[in-house]
């Protein structure tokens, strides 16, 4: 039997670290809410040629989210996985290219509705400054109509976005809306809700099944369009500084950020939550648990493991677990803001 060459062994070692990667993202993020998805990664997972092609990628760039959009965005048939394996394989250059140009910037108004008790909360009105922000459709929870299962739906009327959230333990329900007076927000990539090539990205990042997703999307950026948000490009570390201290007299100046902080490096989290302590600021931070390790021991409970949530925070007090799509929000028992 001849020995296998260094570079044969961590092609394979990759090789098993990527499917196992596209097996979760099989098991705890596509089940129950995209079937193709979680047909589709488990053939990834399950075929050499993939793997190989993956392996060649640098490692933020093998991710389940990216290559799916990619492939799907460029036309790959996501209903049998087969006949999609064998179009990435045909077309790898062109998905290789796409997925080396665009990131994973799926940005989900949804998540307004995880937010909205702590933003309604806090001494009014409020400029919102968001980290990672995508597009910024997360900058308008005052534009959206909400519909807690406990309780009426409200919002503006008219609004083409309806945001639907189960909810438990006592989650303080807001009044009334945020009164927002400035938003702002920063990426690495910041996308232009009137630019036909980002919006159709965006559109190509909604999972094949989600088709409320969709429609909430396409409603989300045309919110976006009539009122555009103050966006620069950026890294988040060496921005919030200036975006905090540009806020307007008067407004309560809230740093947020949902799905951003797990780009980043241990280190430059560690800087962010310096930079954001020291800032005159309220913080409020939505991501998943293992983000902010100081996090973990304030928690009154263990994460759920039997489903993929995140730990919503403000100022460094986790108050719930939510939905890493804004569809659910499990409020802690005296925790947070006092009920309403
Ligand atoms: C998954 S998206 C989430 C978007 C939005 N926060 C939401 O909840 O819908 C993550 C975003 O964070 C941005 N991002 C990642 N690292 C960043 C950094 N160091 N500075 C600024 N933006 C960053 C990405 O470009 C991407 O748009």
């Given at each position: 039997?001849?020995?296998r060459?260094?570079a044969?062994?961590?092609?394979?070692?990759?090789?098993l670290?990527?499917?196992?990667?596209y097996?979760?993202f099989?098991r705890?993020q596509?089940?129950?809410?995209?079937?193709?998805y979680?047909?589709?990664?488990f053939?990834v997972a399950g075929d050499?040629r993939?793997?190989?092609l993956l392996h060649?990628l640098?490692?933020i760039k093998?991710?389940?989210?990216l290559?799916?959009?990619?492939?799907?965005?460029?036309g790959?048939?996501?209903?049998?996985a087969d006949r999609?394996?064998d179009?990435?394989?045909a077309?790898?250059?062109?998905?290789?290219?796409l997925v080396l140009?665009?990131?994973?910037q799926?940005?989900e108004?949804a998540?307004?509705?995880?937010?909205?008790?702590?933003?309604?909360a806090?001494?009014q009105?409020?400029?919102?400054?968001e980290?990672?922000?995508?597009?910024g459709?997360?900058?308008?929870p005052d534009r959206y109509r909400?519909r807690?299962?406990r309780?009426?739906?409200?919002g503006?009327?008219?609004?083409p976005?309806t945001?639907?959230?189960r909810?438990?333990?006592?989650?303080?329900?807001?009044?009334?809306?945020?009164?927002v007076?400035?938003?702002?927000?920063?990426?690495l990539?910041p996308?232009?809700?009137?630019d036909?090539?980002d919006?159709?990205?965006?559109e190509?990042?909604v999972w094949?099944?989600?088709?409320?997703?969709?429609?909430?999307?396409?409603?989300?950026l045309?919110?976006a369009?009539?009122?555009?948000?103050h966006?620069?490009?950026g890294?988040l570390?060496?921005?919030v500084?200036?975006?905090v201290a540009q806020?307007?007299d008067?407004?309560?100046?809230?740093?947020?950020?949902?799905?951003?902080?797990a780009?980043?490096?241990?280190?430059?989290?560690?800087q962010f939550?310096?930079?954001?302590?020291d800032l005159?600021?309220h913080w409020?931070?939505?991501?998943?648990?293992?983000?902010?390790?100081?996090l973990?021991?304030?928690l009154?409970?263990?994460?759920?493991?039997?489903r993929?949530?995140?730990?919503?925070a403000l100022?460094?007090?986790?108050v719930?677990?939510?939905g890493?799509?804004?569809?659910r929000?499990d409020w802690?028992?005296g925790?947070?803001?006092?009920?309403?």
């Open positions: 039997m001849g020995s060459s260094p044969g062994v961590a092609a394979e070692l990759d090789g670290a990527i499917a196992d990667e097996r979760r099989a705890y596509a089940r129950g809410h995209s079937p193709s979680e047909a589709l990664s053939g050499e993939l793997l190989a060649t640098p490692p093998r991710q389940p989210n290559l799916l959009a990619a492939a799907r965005h460029l790959a048939p996501v209903d049998a999609f394996l179009w990435v394989v077309n790898w250059e062109r998905v290789r290219s140009t665009r990131r994973t799926t940005n108004s998540r307004c509705a995880t937010l909205l008790p702590l933003l309604a806090l001494p009105p409020l400029a919102l400054i980290v990672g922000a995508s597009a459709l997360c900058l308008y909400y807690y299962d309780g009426e739906e409200f503006p009327t008219g609004s976005v945001l639907p959230c909810t438990s333990g006592p989650v303080p329900t807001p009044r009334q809306l945020p009164e007076v400035w938003r702002a927000g920063v990426d990539n996308l232009d809700p009137a036909p090539e919006a159709g990205w965006l190509s990042l094949p099944e989600q088709t409320e997703w969709l429609e909430r999307l396409r409603g989300a045309g919110v369009r009539t009122e555009p948000a966006l620069v490009r890294d570390n060496e921005t500084r200036q975006l806020v307007p008067g407004a309560t100046p809230v740093v947020f950020h949902s799905a951003v902080l780009y980043l490096d241990p280190q430059a989290r560690a939550t310096r930079t954001v302590r005159p600021c409020i931070s939505n991501e998943a648990p293992g983000v902010f390790p100081e973990l021991d304030k009154p409970e263990p994460a759920p493991a039997d993929a949530a995140f730990v919503l100022d460094e007090q986790p719930a677990f939510t890493p799509h804004g569809e929000l802690f028992a925790h947070g803001p006092e009920e309403g």
